[in-house]
């Protein structure tokens, strides 16, 4: 499959207003795309949208501000979208939200929200827009897993179960559009820093204390910018990669699993317990972690 050509092509981005999203945006218009994005935040969609027509005056970039949550304002969206839109070049699927607590501390109501918007609105999405992309030579697909679609620690029973589930769902994707000409790359990163645990909601049958204590201890592993991140990805979409893992947090933890994947919990457990109690260790992490990024090969 030829290289990815970003000039002049239309490239739909959800959860656009913050994070990956935010940073793919901007990446995506220096290299010369055209823009859709969407989020549900609209004063920051605005504020993204506003800075990158001041920077990039010739790019159109349309928003949409939908909770992806809602599986009928995403249908009509998408509709939306293709009609005025009816060739894209690329379509990542990036948004993504996290609830916090084990199986047995979360409801089935907020197990299912995960569900609608790390998943079903993926593949909605992806259903809807997919003609878009098949009647655009050279078109490609993205959609951002996890490292939790890779590995699965305990009390991440949902955002897990969503991950893994994407992750399936673009492999199989790749072998049914190969003979279309659609690219279709899985993303897996490790830890970015995002706002995504920070907004995270919390199980129901989640004591606020516990979960403010795991937070911290895991937001210390957060180590890679939104904008290296989105780097790796488009680098990887330009190169048709299959799969792009980003950072050594996701590298590592992958590697575990392939080599004890009944019983890697244990040692992920007391790997990250450790990582996020070592200062020294923290403090090299993120030159360490750009300059393996700036060589991605996943």
Request: hydrophobic content about 45%; charged content about 25%.
């Amino acid at each position: 499959m030829r290289p990815f050509v970003f000039t002049a092509g239309t490239a739909v981005v959800t959860g656009a207003a913050s994070g990956i999203g935010e940073a793919l945006a901007h990446g995506l218009a220096r290299r010369g795309s055209h823009l859709v994005l969407l989020d549900r935040d609209a004063d920051r969609l605005d504020a993204v949208a506003a800075a990158i027509r001041a920077a990039h005056p010739d790019r159109q970039v349309d928003t949409h501000v939908v909770d992806l949550a809602d599986p009928a304002a995403t249908d009509r969206v998408a509709a939306e979208i293709r009609a005025r839109h009816p060739r894209l070049r690329l379509l990542a699927n990036n948004a993504g939200v996290a609830l916090g607590g084990r199986f047995d501390q979360v409801t089935l109501d907020e197990f299912d929200w995960v569900l609608d918007i790390n998943f079903r609105a993926v593949v909605r999405l992806t259903h809807a827009l997919l003609p878009a992309l098949k009647a655009e030579p050279g078109s490609h697909l993205v959609n951002v897993s996890s490292l939790f679609g890779l590995i699965a620690p305990a009390g991440q029973a949902a955002y897990s179960a969503s991950k893994f589930a994407v992750r399936g769902f673009t492999e199989a994707l790749r072998h049914e559009l190969l003979d279309d000409g659609v690219g279709v790359t899985s993303v897996h990163p490790g830890g970015i820093a995002t706002a995504i645990a920070r907004n995270a909601r919390v199980g129901s049958g989640v004591a606020r204390e516990e979960y403010e204590t795991g937070l911290r201890q895991f937001e210390k592993l957060l180590s890679i910018p939104p904008a290296t991140a989105a780097e790796v990805i488009l680098r990887g979409v330009r190169r048709r990669r299959g799969r792009v893992l980003i950072g050594w947090s996701a590298k590592l933890p992958d590697l575990l699993a392939r080599i004890a994947p009944a019983s890697y919990g244990r040692v992920l457990a007391v790997g990250l317990t450790r990582a996020a109690a070592d200062p020294a260790r923290r403090a090299t992490r993120p030159a360490a972690t750009a300059e393996l990024s700036t060589g991605e090969r996943a």
